[in-house]
Antibody
Framework: EVELVQSGAEVKKPGESLRISCRGS????????IAWVRQMPGKGLECMGRIDPRDSYTSYSPSFQGHVTILVDKSVSTAYLQWSSLKASDTAMYFC???????????WGQGTLVTVSS | EIVMTQSPLSLPVTPGEPASISCRSSQNLLHGNGYNYLHWYLQKPGQSPHLLIYLGSNRASGVPDRFSGSGSGTDFTLQISRVEAEDVGVYYC?????????FGGGTKVEI
């Protein structure tokens, strides 16, 4: 069974750094891109970007380019989403998802809630 | 980027009755391979989204056959033949043709 397990909720202050994780299991991790999706409180879904675990090639949505970094360590089947300096506006639920053969997001993590507040 | 527009924003439904959601894209989603790169997701309250329909009309594994997808090019429809109480939540369409992947704004289905 394909499973994506994300790290737990985080509470941070503005300006702090953060890295959240997404570990895949039940499939060949290197064979599928991982995407990150943001959902701000009460809002819809936004794709932030994606990464190829084979070579760490990343593609960011223009709205998120330069604001976050997507990383992967295929040796532990884990993708990461990283901020160097958080803002209050980064408060959101973040989902990782596996990018399927048809560019569909065919399996999703449980979500990581990030709260940024002074 | 491709803009996805859903309607309605909110859809009150009655159990046992049909329901329909529309999704329109700003660009043609028909790939040269003949497939429409349009996918549908359901996010039930308090849960992660999950895939319902891929490539416009194919039900994902485990999805009941009361769900169906149709359409081509820029206009797509998700239909529920007979709504059940467990179908409440927010439905999203998403295009997978071009980066960045983009979602519609969502349709909230409630009893």
């Amino acid at each position: 069974e394909v499973e994506l397990v994300q790290s737990g909720a985080e509470v941070k202050k503005p300006g702090e750094s953060l890295r959240i994780s997404c570990r895949g299991s039940g499939y060949s991790f290197a064979d599928y891109y991982i995407a990150w999706v943001r959902q701000m409180p009460g809002k819809g879904l936004e794709c932030m970007g994606r990464i190829d675990p084979r070579d760490s090639y990343t593609s960011y949505s223009p709205s998120f380019q330069g604001h976050v970094t997507i990383l992967v360590d295929k040796s532990v089947s884990t993708a990461y989403l990283q901020w160097s300096s958080l803002k209050a506006s980064d408060t959101a639920m973040y989902f990782c998802a596996r990018l399927g053969n048809w560019n569909d997001l065919d399996s999703w993590g449980q979500g990581t809630l990030v709260t940024v507040s002074s | 980027e491709i803009v996805m527009t859903q309607s309605p924003l909110s859809l009150p439904v009655t159990p046992g009755e049909p329901a329909s959601i529309s999704c329109r894209s700003s660009q043609n989603l028909l790939h040269g391979n003949g497939y429409n790169y349009l996918h549908w997701y359901l996010q039930k309250p308090g849960q992660s989204p999950h895939l319902l329909i891929y490539l416009g009309s194919n039900r994902a594994s485990g999805v009941p056959d009361r769900f169906s997808g149709s359409g081509s090019g820029t206009d797509f429809t998700l239909q529920i033949s007979r709504v059940e109480a467990e179908d409440v939540g927010v439905y999203y369409c998403m295009q997978g043709l071009e980066s960045p992947l983009t979602f519609g704004g969502g349709t909230k289905v409630e009893i």
